[in-house]
């Protein structure tokens, strides 16, 4: 074995110097293994065909018949040139030989530089391998926060061209041969998955076809679709940690979005205040909403704040923003963990997302009957009609309308009609008054074959979400249930210095906490639940068994089940039954002790009625004197 000499190679010592290996064929040396430890990249040669070694990244090889001589110095947190093996016995053509050594150089680019002025053009067969070195390039810069936001947004750019150009011809190709993937709707999955399934099986079949070697190709849609979907999940990661800064812990809580009992309150404090924003931002990003509809991320930045602001404007212990957060969540759940998402459109869950984290936005703190007993502006400018759910569509509108925090300008005026619709409908059901009526209808639909209206289903879901804190762990309602008592009692208060009757509930020395959460249990929480649970039944079980042989579609959002039969968890029947009996034991208790309380207060009563009776009763015109009393009666 003779040795070559290392060319284009970061060659680290100890303290983090760099410095470059001196031409070693001047001076032979046996080969120590202290060299190939030191040494980043290195060529040598081996019974006459030379070979390079390169430590990054680990799995490439490809041929190059012009290993060049660059010896330039790289910044001691750069990227190292990714060289491939030379075969010096092998005699190429040399047209070959020259578009080789141009692929040398733009690898070389690619791994070293975040420009894109010399990256090949995008329609030609290097651009698929220089991109895939120049995204890994960006994965390690990444993880050590070296990229700028206009680096990635050019780099992107360039990499989004290059999948459509590839997509465009393997899809053509694809077409014409027998390959499953071919089979797939172009429904089936996002546009992005779809990019960047074709680049994870199209990349290496475009360069072996060219070299006449056997075609690699997945034999299975469901594949081909889990490496689309690892692509993609690893995108959407670099993309959400290029566009905002989600401290670790809050990282961590947000782990726990698919679970029922989800803790907000925990989430709030982790994040300072600030759970409707990482909420809103996890679920856009959870259901691929940002990139489909291209939401600049400053705008959605500002939007989030600008809802988190409105939420606290009145400080209401109950209807704040990690109420809304709480909601979002909610809501999510039902989606996701119900596969309700299947049956909707990408638009129709975006506009899902977002009625429930507007669906509060400025709540007062006050019911509607109050804003309507006092004539308030609202009252005034809404005709006493579902006063707060107009104002909640009309302030969140308004936002979204503005240059700052417009999420919605990449809609279609078609998509927008759409989409405001659906937000308009399911926040004004969450208004109290239309309970009993929105049940009925629904409850009138289930018993019909015809397919049930989606404005009318989702609606009922934001509706039990809303009313939902019942139907959690114990700690998480009572939390819930004492601030939304506090925030009735605080009404309450208004009213009585208004002169107004004090509205239900609104009492705080008369309420009857436990006796009113069984109520709201048997009476609004529980039989809402089990018509949404029927619901659910009738719109997933055809889509279910339409489903049986089909793959899960995103494992990020929907959990792999057994798909002979449709099974709804229902977690929050348990929780209810719970919740139940844990207050009707406090309010055993309660009883008890107002039972107690009044024995008391009657004991003293009767204690005070006896004194008075004892208790001398002197005249109006003060104590009679004591010889009077005498001579009266001897008087007699």
């Avoid at 046996?30 to 990244?57: Q, R």
């Avoid at 709480?326 to 039902?334: E, G, K, L, N, S």
Wanted: proline letters at 4%; charged letters at 25%.
């Amino acid at each position: 074995m003779s040795i070559g000499q290392c060319v284009d190679y970061r060659f680290e010592m100890e303290g983090d110097k760099s410095m470059e290996i001196p031409d070693l064929s001047t001076r032979p040396r046996p080969i120590t293994p202290k060299i190939f430890k030191k040494c980043k990249s290195a060529t040598f040669t081996l019974d006459g065909t030379a070979y390079t070694i390169v430590a990054n990244p680990p799995d490439r090889a490809k041929d190059d018949s012009s290993v060049g001589a660059k010896n330039g110095q790289l910044s001691r947190a750069g990227s190292l040139t990714v060289l491939r093996r030379t075969n010096s016995k092998s005699k190429l053509p040399s047209t070959s030989s020259s578009r080789t050594s141009s692929i040398a150089e733009s690898d070389s680019y690619a791994s070293v530089d975040l420009g894109t002025d010399k990256l090949p053009p995008i329609d030609t067969p290097e651009a698929s391998h220089v991109c895939s070195i120049r995204l890994r390039n960006i994965l390690r810069r990444i993880q050590n926060g070296e990229v700028s936001k206009e680096d990635l947004h050019k780099n992107l750019e360039y990499a989004a061209s290059v999948l459509e150009s590839v997509y465009i011809d393997e899809t053509r190709r694809l077409t014409d041969e027998d390959d499953e993937l071919s089979e797939v709707e172009p429904d089936a999955v996002p546009t992005e998955v779809r990019d960047w399934l074709a680049l994870t099986f199209t990349r290496s079949m475009s360069n072996v076809r060219r070299r006449g070697l056997e075609k690699p190709k997945f034999r299975s849609v469901a594949h081909a679709i889990r490496a689309g979907i690892m692509v993609d999940r690893i995108y959407r990661r670099l993309s959400s940690s290029a566009t905002l800064h989600i401290p670790p812990a809050v990282l961590q809580l947000l782990k726990g979005m698919d679970d029922w009992s989800f803790d907000v309150f925990s989430l709030n404090s982790a994040a300072d205040g600030h759970s409707l924003k990482y909420v809103g931002y996890e679920l856009l990003q959870k259901y691929d909403l940002v990139t489909k509809y291209k939401i600049n991320s400053s705008m959605l930045d500002s939007f989030l704040l600008q809802l988190e602001v409105g939420y606290s404007k009145y400080k209401n212990p109950y209807h704040n923003l990690v109420h809304g957060a709480d909601v979002a969540q909610t809501v999510h759940y039902i989606l996701s963990q119900s596969k309700l998402a299947h049956w909707l459109t990408d638009l129709e869950v975006f506009a899902t997302i977002i009625a429930a984290l507007i669906h509060d936005y400025e709540h007062t703190g006050t019911t509607n009957n109050f804003h309507i007993q006092t004539g308030s502006e609202f009252a005034v400018l809404y005709n006493d009609k579902a006063v707060l759910e107009n104002h909640h569509i009309c302030a969140s509108f308004r936002i979204m309308r503005s240059e700052e925090a417009n999420i919605l300008n990449h809609l279609s005026r078609e998509e927008y009609r759409e989409f405001r619709a659906l937000v308009i409908e399911m926040v004004m059901a969450t208004d109290m008054s239309f309970h009993f009526q929105q049940l009925k209808n629904m409850k009138n639909l289930l018993g019909m074959p015809e397919n049930i209206d989606k404005q009318k289903a989702l609606s009922l879901v934001l509706h039990c979400a809303d009313i939902s804190h019942p139907a959690k762990d114990w700690n998480l309602h009572r939390r819930w249930t004492s601030q939304l008592l506090e925030e009735f009692f605080k009404q309450g208060d208004r009213e009585q210095e208004l002169g107004l009757a004090i509205s239900p509930l609104c009492d705080r020395e008369k309420t009857l906490v436990a006796e009113s959460q069984i109520g709201f249990i048997d009476f609004i929480v529980d039989p809402s639940f089990a018509v949404m649970t029927e619901m659910l039944e009738k719109i997933l079980t055809p889509l279910q068994k339409a489903a049986r042989s089909e793959d899960a579609i995103s494992e990020e959002v929907f959990d792999k089940t057994d798909k002979s039969k449709y099974i709804l968890s229902t977690p929050w029947s348990d929780c209810l039954a719970d919740n139940k009996n844990k207050w009707k034991v406090q309010a055993a208790k309660d009883a008890e002790e107002r039972k107690q309380k009044e024995a008391e207060e009657l004991s003293k009563e009767t204690s005070n009625t006896n004194n008075n009776t004892t208790k001398p009763i002197a005249p109006p015109g003060g104590p009679t004197p004591a010889v009077s009393c005498s001579a009266g009666k001897g008087g007699n």
